[in-house]
T-cell receptor, first 119, second 111 residues
């Protein structure tokens, strides 16, 4: 099936530092990747939609200057949390939309998530 | 009103029981419906994918969509302790769009 990886799986950082999270589609090309955030016992909240080669589209209330998204290729999107603060501590999950062919067409597969803890 | 409503549970059943999980939604434009399973501290795993109304079966899992009632269900037959997880329904109006998730239902299957 379609596999999406995320790196790192867990990161602990000091307040004020920046953290980069990578999302890769391993066996398919993803024209679109999505970034979600999930707080404990809550559902996934969409942060932004990332299309290869263009600027990301952010959801209302998500600061684009704080959460920098780069979708440099059809298999890689990165989320950088700049000047992280404790309230940014959360579980960040990406998903990648398949282009069809390999598995179920036009659906989304999720990465394993990255747990960010800001001290 | 949220676009997708899902009872968070928790739902506790004995091993071997039939489990019924449900979601309702308000946006009549939704036509792609998915069920994901999420274990603690892991990313969601796609279980079932359905387009428009009807039933779909895959092993012990059956997904039903009733667009007239804006109601979707996931049935798990012969439930196992390994099925214990949070089940998220998700849907969108266009396969290229981001998913609208329910809150997730926490399921516990006891031996």
């Amino acid at each position: 099936g379609a596999v999406v990886s995320q790196h790192p799986s867990r990161v602990i950082c000091k307040s004020g530092t920046s953290v980069k999270i990578e999302c890769r589609s391993l066996d398919f090309q993803a024209t679109t990747m999505f970034w979600y955030r999930q707080f404990p016992k809550q559902s996934l909240m969409l942060m932004a939609t990332s299309n290869e080669g263009s600027k990301a589209t952010y959801e209302q209330g998500v600061e684009k200057d704080k959460f920098l998204i780069n979708h440099a290729s059809l298999t890689l999107s990165t989320l950088t949390v700049t000047s992280a603060h404790p309230e940014d501590s959360s579980f960040y999950i990406c998903s990648a939309r398949t282009r069809g062919g390999l598995v179920v067409a036009d659906t989304q597969y999720f990465g394993p998530g990255t747990r960010l803890t800001v001290l | 009103q949220k676009e997708v409503e899902q009872d968070p549970g928790p739902l506790s059943v004995p091993e071997g029981a039939i489990v019924s999980l449900n979601c309702t939604y308000s946006n009549s434009a939704f036509q792609y419906f998915m069920w994901y399973r999420q274990y603690s501290r892991k990313g969601p795993e796609l279980l079932m994918y359905t387009y428009s109304s009807g039933n779909k079966e895959d092993g012990r899992f059956t997904a039903q969509v009733d667009k007239s009632s804006k109601y979707i269900s996931l049935f798990i037959r012969d439930s196992q302790p390994s099925d214990s997880a949070t089940y998220l329904c998700a849907m969108n109006s266009n396969s290229g769009y981001a998913l609208n998730f329910g809150k997730g239902t926490s399921l516990l299957v006891t031996p």
